[in-house]
């Protein structure tokens, strides 16, 4: 598919982890400008994000997020129908790992101005839109506490940045060992692919993952058989029943080591319930709380350029 708008619209969040310094912000406006006419934005809040990723794309404006993952969920809650794309400035930068773009923004930006337009589909949580991975449980805990973290400023804040993705590996390892673990019990009504016999799933977890795409925090590969196109998502359910087993999946994830105590169920739509309200996670933000979530798939719902 070929974006045919001759305009872009670069939307800066000057917040993002790779967006100080902004050397790279002439170089990167160079590059978009072999093919678009550039406007340059700075949103300074993700509902600001939102409203002007809306009324640029209206306008008929490719939308360039220049951020993370956080930021691009702020696009997606324009509900805008047109193009999109993003220059991976985020601290695990997980959209930009699955599109396979450069992680530096000004390759990206190539790639941008060259690439043609792809669909995507698009998850929701009890209607609130992500595109990557989400989930409850530990992984929820970790996203929380990675922004309490850069909240409070001071050298803390400064150390998540310079971490990068590590970050997210280093506080999950923090939680499994610092924290007591809570297995929920949870029962899972899935609507499989093509149709078929609904299915109910009835666990105890500590950890359940809805992917889009194979990989979460950067490089941590839990959904190895998710795609990004085909319409339907991947239930992880982690089975570890301790905390020393859950230290032992994350060391395999980190290692590149299939790990034997994940079970995988491929949707098309599911309902989760839990006993107690839980935090829901998305595309590195908190995006919900409820003690059911239903999540739903709008195939190539997305359009993504790069």
């Known amino acids: 598919m070929i974006v045919s708008t001759r305009n872009a619209c670069l939307m800066i969040n000057r917040n993002a982890r790779g967006a100080s310094g902004g050397a790279w912000e002439d170089e990167v406006r160079r590059v978009l400008a072999q093919r678009f006419q550039i406007e340059t934005v700075y949103p300074a809040t993700a509902d600001e994000m939102s409203a002007t990723v809306h009324a640029r794309v209206a306008d008929g404006?490719?939308?360039?997020?220049?951020?993370?993952?956080g930021s691009f969920n702020a696009a997606l809650r324009a509900r805008a129908d047109g193009p999109l794309a993003i220059l991976p400035l985020g601290t695990a930068n997980d959209l930009?790992?699955?599109?396979?773009?450069?992680l530096d923004p000004v390759r990206a930006a190539e790639r941008i101005v060259h690439a043609?337009?792809?669909?995507?589909?698009?998850?929701?949580?009890?209607?609130?839109?992500?595109?990557?991975?989400?989930?409850?449980?530990?992984?929820?805990?970790?996203?929380?506490g990675i922004k309490a973290l850069?909240?409070?400023?001071?050298?803390?804040?400064?150390?998540?940045?310079?971490?990068?993705?590590?970050?997210?590996?280093?506080?999950?390892?923090?939680?499994?060992?610092m924290r007591r673990l809570v297995c929920e019990d949870v029962t899972i009504e899935i609507t499989p692919p093509r149709g078929g016999s609904h299915e109910q799933v009835?666990?105890?977890?500590?950890?359940?993952?809805?992917?889009?795409?194979?990989t979460v925090a950067g490089t941590l590969r839990v959904s190895p058989r998710s795609h990004t196109n085909?319409?339907?998502?991947?239930?992880?359910?982690?089975?570890?029943?301790?905390?020393v087993e859950l230290l032992a999946a994350l060391a395999k994830l980190l290692a590149g080591v299939p790990v034997d105590?994940?079970?995988?169920?491929?949707?098309?739509a599911a309902r989760l319930r839990v006993d107690r309200k839980m935090t829901f996670f998305g595309d590195g933000e908190i995006l919900t709380e409820a003690d059911t979530f239903e999540i739903a798939v709008a195939p190539g719902a997305i359009t993504l350029v790069g």
């Open 61 to 69: 404006a490719l939308a360039v997020i220049a951020g993370g993952d």
């Open 96 to 102: 930009a790992r699955a599109l396979g773009l450069p």
């Open 202 to 214: 009835r666990c105890q977890s500590a950890l359940i993952l809805v992917a889009n795409q194979p």
């Open 150 to 177: 850069r909240a409070r400023k001071g050298i803390g804040a400064a150390v998540a940045r310079r971490l990068g993705s590590r970050i997210y590996h280093l506080v999950a390892a923090q939680m499994i060992v």
């Open 261 to 268: 105590g994940i079970e995988v169920h491929t949707a098309s």
């Open 116 to 144: 043609p337009a792809n669909r995507w589909d698009l998850l929701t949580v009890n209607g609130h839109p992500f595109c990557t991975v989400g989930g409850i449980g530990t992984a929820a805990a970790v996203v929380a």
């Open 230 to 243: 085909d319409g339907f998502f991947e239930l992880c359910i982690f089975r570890a029943r301790d905390r």
